[in-house]
């Protein structure tokens, strides 16, 4: 069963404390991928991941960070959060893009950051 | 880079209307185009993804089309039900790269 599991699915955080987002797939895909969505700007790219240790900043960086020490796990790191990174977040991944691959979704994790 | 342009952001038809959203993008070499349906509170689920040479795609109550002359994708629910009501995403890739460029969105209703 293709999966990717993002945790936790809701979040509230503190302006300032420290946020992980973890993701998981269990596809053994070498690409991974973190979206925010916000109302009215579909999802903007955060960062990729191109296998184990091997990651590429996407269209929006600035406040995050990444980590990708196996290939089936991505966390999303977020050192000392803003107001403005509330939004839902989702992991995807997909197949070395060499073909027509999909992105497969996780089912988001809504972060509240007060 | 590539920029994609998705409209209508709303969208109300009435049961068994159609139901038309398309998206336009600027990158002449996006070669793979991939339809999202994203339910109330839920992840993107993969409607149909086409390519580059083929212009005219038909799936389950649906219909994509893809005009690479104007770069305009488009996709069509021919005779819309309540369960069609949800948020659709375009997304656009090229050969060259490993990035899906995503429309904003519509959301579309559907009143039985």
């Known amino acids: 069963d293709m999966k990717v599991t993002q945790m936790p699915r809701y979040l509230i955080k503190r302006m300032g404390e420290n946020v992980l987002l973890e993701c998981g797939q269990d596809m053994s895909h070498e690409t991974m991928y973190w979206y925010r969505q916000d109302p009215g700007l579909g999802l903007q790219l955060i960062y990729i991941?191109?296998?184990?240790?091997?990651?590429s900043e996407g269209d929006i960086p600035k406040g995050y960070r990444v980590s990708r020490k196996k290939r089936e796990h991505f966390s999303l790191i977020l050192d000392s959060a803003k107001t403005n990174q509330t939004s839902v977040y989702f992991c995807?991944?997909?197949?070395?893009?060499?073909?027509?691959?999909?992105?497969?979704f996780g089912a988001g994790t809504r972060l509240s950051v007060l | 880079g590539e920029q994609v342009e998705q409209r209508p952001p709303h969208l109300s038809v009435r049961e068994g209307d159609s139901a038309v959203i398309t998206c336009t993008y600027t990158?002449?070499?996006?070669?793979?185009f991939f339809w999202y349906k994203q339910e109330p509170g839920a992840s993107l689920q993969l409607l149909m993804k086409?390519?580059?040479?083929?212009e005219i795609n038909e799936g389950q109550g649906f219909t994509v089309l893809l005009n690479k002359k104007d770069k305009r994708l488009s996709l069509n629910l021919t005779a819309a039900h309540p369960g069609d009501s949800a948020a659709y995403f375009c997304?656009?890739?090229?050969?060259?790269?490993?990035?899906?460029?995503f429309g904003a969105g519509t959301r579309l209703k559907v009143i039985a």
């Open positions: 990158d002449p070499n996006s070669y793979y």
């Open positions: 086409v390519f580059s040479s083929t």
């Open positions: 995807a991944s997909s197949l070395s893009p060499g073909l027509q691959n999909t992105l497969y």
């Open positions: 991941s191109y296998d184990v240790d091997s990651n």
């Open positions: 997304a656009v890739r090229n050969t060259g790269n490993y990035k899906y460029v």
